[in-house]
């Protein structure tokens, strides 16, 4: 019986050891980066952690944001969004537009 409860023990101590490690980035709270209507779909020139601001010049579509903050916030950290603007800690997404339009038009791999 301690056999069994000491190779349990073992088992789960070590199930731990094979978890992939997230990489962090450092956060910088003393500068912003602001970032217009083109960061939308084009990445914006800031640093990964950088407080980042989307502050288009004009308002005309309420998406603008929720998409921006989809594709440039860090969503494990707090997001400032209203109708014109977002504010939140910048991540660079992955390009995944191209694979799309290419599964779309049928020339997959």
């Known amino acids: 019986m301690k056999k069994a409860i000491t190779l349990f023990a073992a088992f789960v101590f070590l199930s731990g050891c094979n978890q992939e490690k997230k990489q962090e980035i450092a956060i910088n709270q003393t500068q912003y980066c602001k970032a217009g209507i083109e960061s939308v779909f084009a990445e914006p020139k800031c640093k990964p952690g950088q407080k980042i601001a989307f502050l288009p010049e004009t308002f005309g579509n309420a998406q603008l944001p929720i998409l921006f903050a989809a594709r440039n916030c860090d969503l494990r950290y707090s997001i400032a969004l209203t ?4 504010v ?13 339009s290419e599964e779309k038009n049928g020339n997959r791999n």
Request: aromatic letters at 6%; glycine letters at 18%.
């Open 88 to 100: 939140c800690i910048f991540l660079p997404g992955k390009q995944e537009q191209e694979t799309v």
């Open 83 to 86: 109708n014109g603007g977002v």
